[in-house]
């Protein structure tokens, strides 16, 4: 038991102070601290949040989108210091916590999720 009181001590000084509300359904602009040798810049990465999981500093999400007709999924942990902003563009909405089945479309229906 004091272990875990432990663990849960060092992961609340690892949680973000703000993180922005979104959900499953929204599409995102993500930016990311990408290292190409000695220099370091953010990088956007947009697309549609197909899922969220996890809880504390543990949380991820995967941004999916269509680049030239393939399917490009990444997963972010929600509470990395290497994630800049996240931008809300558009709120969906959706009846499911996990969109599994868009990587089953194709074309413009691979990305059409109603607005709110």
């Not at 703000?18 to 599409?27: I, L, M």
């Not at 549609?48 to 991820?60: C, D, E, H, M, P």
């Not at 269509?66 to 942990?77: A, D, K, L, S, Y």
């Amino acid at each position: 038991m004091l272990n875990k009181k432990v663990i849960d001590e060092i992961e609340k000084g690892q949680l973000k102070g703000e993180v922005p509300a979104f959900n499953v359904g929204d599409t995102v602009k993500v930016f990311s601290e990408i290292r190409e040798g000695e220099k370091k810049r953010m990088q956007g990465f947009e697309g549609l949040v197909i899922k969220k999981q996890g809880g504390s500093n543990r949380s991820t999400f995967t941004v999916r989108r269509i680049v030239q007709g393939v399917g490009v999924e990444r997963t972010f942990p929600l509470h990395s210091p290497k994630l800049g902003k996240i931008n809300v563009i558009r709120e969906g909405r959706v009846r499911r916590a996990k969109l599994y089945y868009l990587r089953d479309r194709i074309g413009a229906a691979a990305n059409r999720v109603p607005e709110k």
